[in-house]
Structure formats: C-alpha cells, structure tokens
C-alpha cells in the first residue's frame, strides 16, 4: 500500500509480461545480432546514444535501483538503491558520478528515502521519506547531512521534481508546485474523480510532475481510465500558473515518468504496457505531442526493462535503469 500510494510508482508496480516496442521505431524491423546490450548484474544504469543506437552500461547492481535524476552540471545522479534487504526501510538515496565513477552511498538508515531531485546549484537534494504516518518532502544537503522536513500535506507527497525555486509534487491524486523552501504550496490541476479508486493500481488522478529546463511548464501523466489494471494513463502538459492545460497523448497505455529535454522541445517517458501486455519500452514525444517515436533498439533483448528515461545535458543520449527480468 505504501509503495502504491508513495510516488505514483508505477513503473515498479508493472512486473509482468515481456518488453517490446509498438508504434513508430527509427530503426530497422530487421533484429541487429551484430550488436549486444552489455550486461553484469541484474540493476544497472545506461546510456544509449540517440543517433547510434549504441547503449554503455555505467553502473551496476544486484539490488534494485529506482528512479533516476541527473544534475544540472550533466555529471552526477541521484537514485535509490536497496542495501541488506528489500524492505522499504532498505531503500537509500545515493549518487554516482559519469565522469570518475564515483559511487556514494547518501542516506543511511532503518527509514525508507526514495526519488531524490538535485537542487539546480547541485549543493542539495530533495527527496521522499517515511518517517511519521506518511511520506514526506524532505531537503539534504549532498552529502546527506543537515536533512530537514521540507513539505508535509498531512498525507502521502510523492513525485518531485526540482527547477529553479520551484518544486513540484503530487498530493492526493493532484499536481501541486510550491516555492523550494517549502512555502507557498498551490494546487495546479484538478482531474476528474481525484483519489477514487478504481480497478487500477493507484486512484484516479494526476501523477509524476516534471518541470521544463525553464520552470515554465509541467509535464505529467493522468489516470483516465482502470480497464487495464495496471492503470491507463494519459501524458498532459500545463502552464506552471495552472493555465493551458494540454493533452498530448490519447492512447491510454500504461505510461508516464515523463521527463524533458534540456532544449525544452521534447520529452522522452515509458509504455510500461499496452492493453495488459507488458512492454518496458522507452519513447520520445515532441512537446506538442507529434512524433511520438519508440527509442528502444531493435537489438534490445526482451529481458531487458527500461525504467526512468531521461536526456544527457546535450540531450545527445537517453539514460536509464535496466531491470534484468528473468
């Protein structure tokens, strides 16, 4: 139940089935078997390079990883990563560096910490935690020290992304920004049969907000439907006043984790599964919604599961987390 209700995780809650991508795809029908995706554990952190095809595994784990952030300065994530067991409590924050490969280990507790977000100067991180009766906002510097409760709505906050002076989150079933001390918290979207639950996975509502590079807008995926139990989600954008809210997407597939480009003119998220059917494919929409395009290379084995796309800082390479599902 908490996983469920903590940060609209549904990624991790669509274990099932075989990836493989529908729809449009750059590359040949015809399978590459000149080319291999590197493998070493069962978790790891990848890059694939847009224009090649060409996938490099950066880091890799036996234990689970989720979600995925990069700093501004294109060099360092931040990602959660199980230690000693796979309890919530087990879940830590950590960061590993592209250039010198440098792993850190963040956060060290009995507590459950989740979905870490760099501030834009890089000195601090942003992240979920369960400390009390519900899942919080919570504010660190980047070497773990001096953690403060930032945001506490009273009930489970999820989802948060970081630009700027802004931060937004998800707060019962509803896309929320609020000033990045905490102050000022204002409901930006209004979804139809917020909270209800239905036959999905999570409630009815709106889920996974992400911030444009210039904080000007808001891309997250809405659950419209429960006919896939899974959940059927839709991608929107909206201005971060509240105004110009759009769909981009209307296929209903189980998506979303939707994340932008640095040029601000596309977005890059995951098709978890398509009618039931599991997928774990990654695509790029541009950010009016055309050009939906699947990215995931044919070479690309069926074992393989993508989770939690996002740009390189020149937008050049998608890098993600492998899940190894056997």
Known sequence: MIKRLMFASLMACL???????????PSSSIPDTSRSVPRDKA???????????????????????????????????????QFGGNANENEEICSFNIN???????????????????????????FLSLRNDDLDIYVMKNDGSNQQKLYDSGSHDADIDWVGDSIVFTSGSCI??????????????????????????????????RLSPDGQKIAFERLEDDTS???????????????????????????????WSHSG????????????????????????????????????????????????ADDSRVFFIGQWWE
């Open 15 to 25: 274990l099932f089935g075989a990836p493989g991508c529908e729809g449009e795809n």
């Open 265 to 312: 003119d596309r977005l890059v998220f995951v098709v978890g599964a398509i009618d039931g059917e599991g997928k774990y494919d990654m695509y790029i929409i541009n950010s009016d919604g055309s050009g939906i395009t699947c990215i995931n290379p044919d070479y690309f084995p069926p074992e393989l599961l993508c989770h939690t796309p996002i740009f390189s």
């Open 100 to 126: 010198s490969d440098e792993f850190k280990r963040i956060t060290d507790n009995s507590l459950f910490d989740v979905y870490p977000v760099w501030s834009s100067d890089g000195a601090r991180l942003a």
């Open 176 to 209: 929320w920004i609020m000033n990045d001390d905490g102050t000022s918290p204002e409901q930006i979207t209004h979804p139809p049969d917020a909270g209800v639950w239905g036959n999905a996975n999570l409630p009815f509502g709106d889920y996974d907000p």
């Open 43 to 81: 978790w790891g952190i990848y890059a694939l390079e847009l224009d090649t095809e060409k996938v490099e595994l950066l880091y890799s784990s036996d234990s689970k990883l989720e979600f995925l952030n990069l700093n501004k300065a294109g060099d360092t994530f931040a990602f959660s990563q």
């Open 229 to 259: 139990p899974h959940g059927n989600y839709n991608i929107f954008v909206i201005n971060a006043d509240g105004s110009g809210e759009t769909r981009l997407t209307d296929s209903g597939y189980s998506q979303g984790i939707v994340s």
